[in-house]
C-alpha cells in the first residue's frame, strides 16, 4: 500500500532527534520522509545530524535563491509538513515556502518551549500556545512534560534505535553510578553529587560523571555502568536516560506527577527510579537501588525501552498518526 510522502523540518537539530524520526519511519513504513535542517549548530556532537540548508557569512544564515525554490517545490509535491522544533514558522524563510498549503504537525523537543520560573537554563519557552495552534493541524511533544493541556497536544516518544543497541549491563561487584551532563546546572549535577558524597562511607559504590568526551566515547562509558542517573530539574527524563536504557542500565530520573500525567498512559508501566530533586530524595533511590534484584530491573528496563522508544515502535505510531492527517 503506497504510504504518504512528508516533509520534516528542523530548524535546529541540537540532539539528532529529527534525524532519528525520519530514520526510524523510513526503516520501518512505507512513508516517504524528506528531512530537512534548515540552519547550522555551531557545537561539534560527533553524532549523526544532516547538514543545514544555510550556511554562516558575516555572521549572518544565508539561503541560495536555488535552494529555495527546490525545497519549495518539494513542499509542494508532499501530503504533509511535519515541523521538529520548539520556534513557530513565522519568518519570511517560512513565507516563502508556502507550507501553510499543507497540513502542518508542530513537535517540540526542549528549552526553548519549556516554561516555567525555577531554572531560566532549562525553561525558556514564551507559553504562547495559541500561535502554535493556529499554524498546526496537530501538535506533539517528544517529552512528556512538555505535552501541558494548554497545547493541545500528545506525548510522541523520541526514538532510538534500541534494535541495533547490544544489551551491555552487567551486575559490577561495586555498582557504578554514571551520569553525563551536556551542562551541570541543566541537569541537577551537583545535587547529585552531593547525595552520592553522604552514602559513600555507608554503600559500596563507585560515581562515573562523564563529561568532555565525544559521543562515541560516552557511550562507551555508559554501557559499563551498573545504574545512571539522567536528572532532576525538567521532571522527565531525556535522550542520555533513553542511551542507558537501551543498554539495559537501570535509571534514576525525576519524574514530575504532570509528566506522568500527561504522557498518555506510555509511562504506566515505566521502570525509571523517581529519585525526586533533593539530596534526601536522591539518597533515598540509590539505597533503594543498590538493595533490589537489579538483573530483574535491568531485563525490565530494556524491555521498556524497547517497547516504547524503539525504531519500530516510534515508526509505527508515527505511520498511524500520519494516516490520521
Known amino acids: 500500500m503506497r504510504g504518504k510522502k512528508i516533509l520534516l523540518i528542523s530548524r535546529y537539530d541540537y540532539a539528532g532527534s529529527g534525524y532519528r524520526i525520519a530514520e526510524a519511519i523510513s526503516l520501518y513504513t512505507n512513508n516517504f520522509v524528506e528531512y530537512v535542517v534548515l540552519f547550522p549548530t555551531t557545537q561539534s556532537f560527533n553524532f549523526l545530524q544532516y547538514p543545514a540548508l544555510s550556511f554562516e557569512y558575516k555572521g549572518k544564515s544565508i539561503v541560495l535563491s536555488q535552494q529555495e525554490d527546490r525545497l519549495k517545490n518539494i513542499v509542494e509535491n508532499v501530503d504533509i509538513v511535519h515541523h521538529k522544533g520548539d520556534f513557530l514558522p513565522t519568518d519570511s524563510f517560512y513565507d516563502k515556502l508556502g507550507l501553510q498549503s499543507k497540513p502542518n504537525i508542530i513537535t517540540v523537543s526542549g528549552s526553548f518551549f519549556r516554561i516555567g520560573d525555577k531554572n531560566k537554563n532549562i525553561s525558556k519557552g514564551k507559553g504562547n500556545f495559541e500561535d502554535f495552534k493556529k499554524l498546526s493541524k ?94 532532576t530539574l525538567v521532571g522527565s527524563y531525556g535522550n542520555s536516560a533513553i542511551e542507558a536504557m537501551a543498554f539495559g542500565i537501570p535509571t534514576l530520573c525525576n519524574m514530575s506527577k504532570e509528566s506522568i500525567s500527561q504522557a498518555n498512559n506510555k509511562l504506566d508501566d515505566c521502570p525509571i527510579i523517581n529519585c525526586g530533586d533533593t539530596v534526601e530524595s536522591i539518597k533515598k533511590s540509590i539505597i533503594y537501588a543498590l538493595s533490589i534484584d537489579r538483573k530483574k530491573l535491568s531485563e525490565k528496563t530494556r524491555n521498556w525501552c524497547m517497547n516504547i522508544h524503539s525504531y519500530k515502535k516510534v515508526a509505527k505510531m508515527w505511520h498511524n498518526i500520519y494516516n490520521s492527517i
Open 138 to 231: 496537530l501538535r506533539t511533544a517528544l517529552t512528556p512534560d512538555l505535552n501541558y493541556p494548554e497545547f493541545d497536544s500528545i506525548f510522541t516518544q523520541a526514538p532510538y534505535d534500541v534494535e541495533k543497541t547490544e544489551y551491555t549491563w552487567k551486575d559490577n561487584n561495586i555498582p557504578i553510578i554514571s551520569h553525563s551532563p551536556s551542562t551541570r546546572n541543566k541537569k541537577g549535577t551537583d545535587v547529585f553529587i552531593e547525595a552520592c558524597s553522604q552514602l559513600k562511607n555507608k554503600y559500596k559504590f563507585e560515581v562515573n560523571i562523564i563529561e568532555n568526551k565525544s559521543f562515541s566515547e560516552c557511550l562507551e562509558e555508559k554501557a559499563k555502568s551498573t545504574f545512571f542517573f539522567d536528572q
